[in-house]
């Protein structure tokens, strides 16, 4: 079991998320496109949550100091709830380094976060095909699985069906 560091992200990490997302292999966009490009997109992403309070990304670093995994959130108003909503977009560790306790640790983050800012309801996707699903690593952090739920997507591009 590993004791990784938990921080926010900052743009140096830009490179360790890229190799974490290429290492997938999910992403048309970032697998048909320069490195150097990718890796100003999530610099600029990273940027963004930095001046804006309403998007949180947490690294988890090795001994080493590399970045291994990362989470990324989402702290939506919905007009429906009192309290902001907390969507985790992203939740990936480095193959090498998985079954360790970092997800588990990086949700926990997450978790201390959202009761901080009083959120109503974290919530995130996870594709029924993944690994992640199959062993019910969320289910086994406490999370619970929607039944009535149905989640759209409306394509507006043909790269848009690569999700």
């Known amino acids: 079991m590993l004791h990784p560091k938990i921080r926010k992200a900052k743009e140096s990490d830009a490179q360790g998320l890229f190799k974490i997302i290429r290492e997938l292999g999910w992403f048309v966009w970032v697998n048909s496109t320069f490195q150097e490009t990718t890796v100003a997109q999530i610099q600029q992403?990273?940027?963004q949550c930095h001046q804006n309070d309403s998007h949180s990304i947490y690294v988890a670093e090795n001994a080493e100091n590399d970045v291994i995994g990362y989470v990324a959130v989402h702290w939506l108003p919905c007009p429906f709830l009192p309290k902001l909503q907390g969507y985790i977009s992203e939740l990936?560790?480095?193959?090498a380094d998985r079954g360790q306790g970092i997800g588990?640790?990086?949700?926990?983050?997450?978790?201390?976060?959202?009761?901080?800012?009083?959120?109503?309801?974290?919530?995130?996707?996870?594709?029924?095909?993944?690994?992640?699903?199959q062993r019910e690593f969320y289910r086994k952090q406490g999370w619970v699985e929607r039944e009535t739920v149905a989640n759209f997507i409306y394509p507006l591009n043909a790269r848009s069906h690569s999700h």
């Open 92 to 95: 990936f560790i480095q193959k």
């Open 45 to 47: 992403h990273i940027t």
């Open 104 to 133: 588990k640790t990086l949700l926990a983050t997450v978790i201390s976060e959202a009761k901080i800012r009083e959120c109503s309801v974290p919530m995130l996707l996870n594709h029924k095909e993944r690994e992640s699903y």
